[in-house]
């Protein structure tokens, strides 16, 4: 089985995680050959990843024997599986104001040593193998708590949209590929919009896939 042969949870979610892992392989044989926790930085940081499926915090979670923080969408954290969430220590993302709270958090945790999980295009790419627009969240988690990002990408067969049956539909190899380990301050970036834009780039270009984003209002242009 690939990954980590430590778990990264204690308590029930350890006996879950017990059962998740070989399960997990059985059904998606993932290939890890470039995503390493060797290669890992050792503090905290941001782990960032196109979303293909979801599968997806699963296939970054058991990759690594540390636990990943993930931030998700408040209206997916519904029931049954809320109390799963609240386990996991998930960070609800309401788009809005009130998510000021949920940043500082994200911060703090990754400035105590801790790793966040985000998918910034915020739902499952749609059309498949395509790269939507992304939040700037991530980067700007990155950049307050000066952390690196680790930004990787994800290759899975079509989703079903569901998570439950992603999670248990058998499939093809899923891919997850470490795209580099970016300082995004040493970079010289201090602004989150930008920032942004470099992690999206890079993993439009490493995938080769079709960019899908709405162009932005300030460069349409309208004849006169």
Known sequence: MPGPMRL???GWLGCVEVVARPLFW????????????????????????????????PLLQIGLSRPIRFMMAVEQMRWPLGPF????????????ADDAGTLRAAVRHVKDGGIIGVFPEGSIERPSRTVQAFAPGAAAIALIANAPVVLCWIS??????????DSFLPRRRARVEVIGVI??????FRDADAATARLRGAILERSGWQDA??????????DS
Request: charged share 25%.
């Open 8 to 10: 990264a949870y204690r």
């Open 156 to 165: 899975q067969p079509l989703s079903t949209r569901v998570v439950l049956l």
């Open 85 to 96: 969430w609240r386990a996991l220590r998930v960070l609800p993302v309401r788009f809005s």
């Open 183 to 188: 300082d995004l301050r040493a970079e010289g």
């Open 26 to 57: 059985l059904l998606h044989r993932p290939d890890y050959s470039r995503f390493r926790e060797a290669d890992m930085p050792d503090g905290g940081f941001v782990i960032v990843a196109n979303h293909a499926s979801g599968t997806d915090p």
């Open 213 to 222: 984003a709405p162009p932005r209002a300030d460069t349409l242009r309208t």
